[in-house]
């Protein structure tokens, strides 16, 4: 069996007036990401995670910001899509594990539905997802509710005993 680690990281500004989408679901705020997509950045580390453990680049790469096709996309759509494109290269996903760093609004009330979304989004199981929150204690740029990032670690593993295509 070949085992493979990715870490994602993605960070989008906040602004008052855009819907908040973290997770796959929206969240009720005064204040949303600003993005070419819907600025879904626990998605978008999610994706860049993924595709970082098959060695495939990032989330610009296959969904560039320049192209009209992926304005104001869905992110579920890309991540569905990166779920494709690794298992293409003969990949299943083992577990991930995310960060999501945001001063406000406090969010642990959204995380079970954000996980079952992701569990849907990915066809895998809700156990293999862990969703985590914190804050910057009111310091730099997510302290001062400008932005908000988030990061995220995989395992993709494949049982095929050949060598990944």
Same mark, same amino acid.
């Given at each position: $069996? ?7 990281? &993605? ?6 007036? =855009? &819907? ?13 990401? +600003?993005?070419?997509? &819907? ?8 994706? &860049? ?14 969904? =560039? ?16 899509? *990166? ?16 960060? !999501?760093?945001? @001063?406000? =609004?406090? !969010?642990?009330?959204? !995380?079970?539905? $954000? ?6 989004? $990915? ?7 862990? +969703? ?15 932005? *908000?990032?988030?990061?995220? *670690? *995989? ?6 005993? @050949? $060598? =990944?295509?």
């Amino acid at each position: $069996m070949i085992f493979k680690v990715g870490i994602g990281y &993605d960070v989008h500004r906040l602004k008052e007036g =855009p &819907d908040f989408y973290l997770g796959g679901i929206k969240i009720n705020h005064t204040k949303g990401a +600003v993005g070419h997509s &819907d600025a879904d950045t626990l998605i978008h580390a999610i994706c &860049d995670a993924l595709l970082g453990a098959a060695n495939l680049g990032d989330i610009g790469k296959h969904f =560039p910001d320049t192209s009209k096709e992926f304005l104001g996309i869905d992110s579920k759509i890309l991540l569905k899509k *990166v779920v494709g494109i690794i298992s293409e290269k003969g990949y299943s996903i083992g577990n991930i594990d995310s960060t !999501i760093v945001l @001063q406000n =609004p406090k !969010i642990s009330e959204y !995380i079970p539905r $954000m996980k079952k979304v992701l569990a849907a989004t $990915m066809k895998i199981n809700i156990d293999d997802i862990s +969703v985590k929150a914190t804050t910057t204690e009111n310091l730099g740029y997510i302290g001062r509710e400008e932005g *908000v990032a988030a990061q995220a *670690v *995989v395992l993709l593993f494949n049982s095929n005993d @050949q $060598m =990944p295509k």
